[in-house]
């Protein structure tokens, strides 16, 4: 039996955007938890904390876009069609939130609040579209023939605005777990404040979403809740619920790695529930993955590149946060 290149290529960017979630979204989420402190010393921290990889980071972003346009041509041109404002202001938003780490080093002490401002804004708008995308993404797109059928603003909806507020708070989370591994003292402690506060916030999100979800769209619910689906499909709520428990727990007891490797868990549930939802349609509601493939001659042709290069950015990944790995110190900067 031959290997299903469309479910390979569909794994393979599902793995792009969790490894883009996982390495952007701890750096994001201290562009978002900046306004919350006031300290320029403790702000440095942050931004040293991430200065080494952020930039690498992104690789994944770009893979997963790459890749769905090779794989994917007609999700690629809905998407990109139905999507276009708020993908156009989030590649705005990371283009001037890059600017604005890089300036923020080198500006004269009276511009460097300005910069401030900047990559907070960038990191927050940023972040709020690709929530506004995901959720736009659930709701699905209307398809004639091969084309968009909807609006330019059919996004400007109630759930998709909701899960670009969700977003926001599952990377401040991710944010703030970073930053109780890499810094220490008071800065430490006043992360460890607020993990419980934001973890509460995004529970009541993927509540409200679970919720939202089922009622909504009856497809998805018939997917949860029918037999035998509802068992094979517990753990997921379940596993959530025993992570967050661990997150609050080794928060009290002030270990450092741990809240990190829970927040992680949280939000890979969340998704992984997502998929769960839509699968096996890339545009929802109608257009599965198999509809939306390139040929097969394409996908075989895209394959090889990505198994000789998806290794090396992997090994570039681990290198680069060994050698940076351990607390910042805040009397040394990164540039």
């Given at each position: 039996?031959?290997?299903?290149?469309?479910?390979?290529?569909?794994?393979?960017?599902?793995?792009?955007?969790?490894?883009?979630?996982?390495?952007?979204?701890?750096?994001?989420?201290?562009?978002?938890?900046?306004?919350?402190?006031?300290?320029?010393?403790?702000?440095?921290?942050?931004?040293?904390?991430?200065?080494?990889?952020?930039?690498?980071?992104?690789?994944?972003?770009?893979?997963?876009?790459?890749?769905?346009?090779?794989?994917?041509?007609?999700?690629y041109a809905v998407i990109i069609d139905a999507l276009t404002v708020p993908l156009t202001v989030m590649l705005i938003a990371l283009i001037f939130r890059g600017v604005a780490f890089e300036?923020?080093?080198?500006?004269?002490?009276?511009?460097?609040?300005?910069?401030?401002?900047?990559?907070?804004?960038?990191?927050?708008?940023?972040?709020?579209?690709?929530?506004?995308?995901?959720?736009?993404?659930?709701?699905?797109?209307?398809?004639?023939?091969?084309?968009?059928?909807?609006?330019?603003?059919?996004?400007?909806?109630?759930?998709?605005?909701?899960?670009?507020?969700?977003?926001?708070?599952?990377?401040?989370?991710?944010?703030?777990?970073?930053?109780?591994?890499?810094?220490?003292?008071?800065?430490?402690?006043?992360?460890?404040?607020?993990?419980?506060?934001?973890?509460?916030?995004?529970?009541?999100?993927?509540?409200?979403?679970?919720?939202?979800?089922?009622?909504?769209?009856?497809?998805?619910?018939?997917?949860?809740?029918?037999?035998?689906?509802?068992?094979?499909?517990?753990?997921?709520?379940?596993?959530?619920?025993?992570?967050?428990?661990?997150?609050?727990?080794?928060?009290?007891?002030?270990?450092?790695?741990?809240?990190?490797?829970?927040?992680?868990?949280?939000?890979?549930?969340?998704?992984?529930?997502?998929?769960?939802?839509?699968?096996?349609?890339?545009?929802?509601?109608?257009?599965?993955?198999?509809?939306?493939?390139?040929?097969?001659?394409?996908?075989?042709?895209?394959?090889?590149?990505?198994?000789?290069?998806?290794?090396?950015?992997?090994?570039?990944?681990?290198?680069?946060?060994?050698?940076?790995?351990?607390?910042?110190?805040?009397?040394?900067?990164?540039?």
């Amino acid at each position: 039996m031959g290997v299903d290149l469309s479910v390979l290529w569909f794994g393979i960017i599902v793995f792009a955007t969790l490894m883009y979630i996982t390495m952007d979204g701890f750096d994001l989420g201290i562009g978002i938890l900046m306004p919350l402190i006031k300290s320029d010393e403790q702000k440095d921290v942050m931004v040293n904390s991430v200065a080494p990889v952020w930039d690498g980071n992104e690789t994944w972003l770009v893979l997963g876009g790459a890749s769905l346009f090779g794989a994917f041509p007609l999700a690629y041109a809905v998407i990109i069609d139905a999507l276009t404002v708020p993908l156009t202001v989030m590649l705005i938003a990371l283009i001037f939130r890059g600017v604005a780490f890089e300036f923020r080093f080198k500006a004269l002490l009276s511009h460097q609040v300005f910069w401030d401002k900047a990559f907070m804004v960038g990191s927050l708008v940023a972040t709020f579209c690709q929530g506004i995308v995901v959720g736009a993404v659930i709701e699905g797109f209307p398809v004639e023939g091969r084309q968009f059928a909807g609006g330019a603003f059919d996004w400007l909806a109630p759930f998709p605005l909701f899960c670009g507020l969700g977003l926001v708070i599952a990377y401040a989370l991710l944010g703030c777990t970073w930053l109780t591994m890499k810094t220490e003292g008071e800065q430490q402690a006043t992360m460890y404040q607020l993990a419980p506060k934001i973890l509460l916030q995004l529970l009541a999100v993927i509540g409200v979403v679970s919720v939202w979800t089922p009622l909504a769209y009856p497809e998805i619910a018939a997917r949860w809740f029918s037999l035998p689906n509802l068992i094979y499909f517990a753990p997921v709520p379940l596993l959530t619920v025993l992570l967050a428990l661990l997150l609050v727990i080794s928060v009290k007891k002030r270990r450092e790695i741990q809240p990190f490797v829970a927040a992680l868990g949280i939000i890979f549930l969340g998704f992984s529930g997502l998929g769960i939802s839509l699968w096996p349609n890339i545009i929802p509601p109608d257009v599965s993955i198999w509809q939306a493939a390139a040929p097969p001659q394409s996908q075989g042709f895209m394959l090889v590149g990505a198994l000789f290069i998806i290794p090396f950015i992997l090994l570039y990944t681990f290198w680069s946060y060994t050698v940076f790995s351990g607390k910042v110190d805040p009397q040394e900067s990164y540039h």
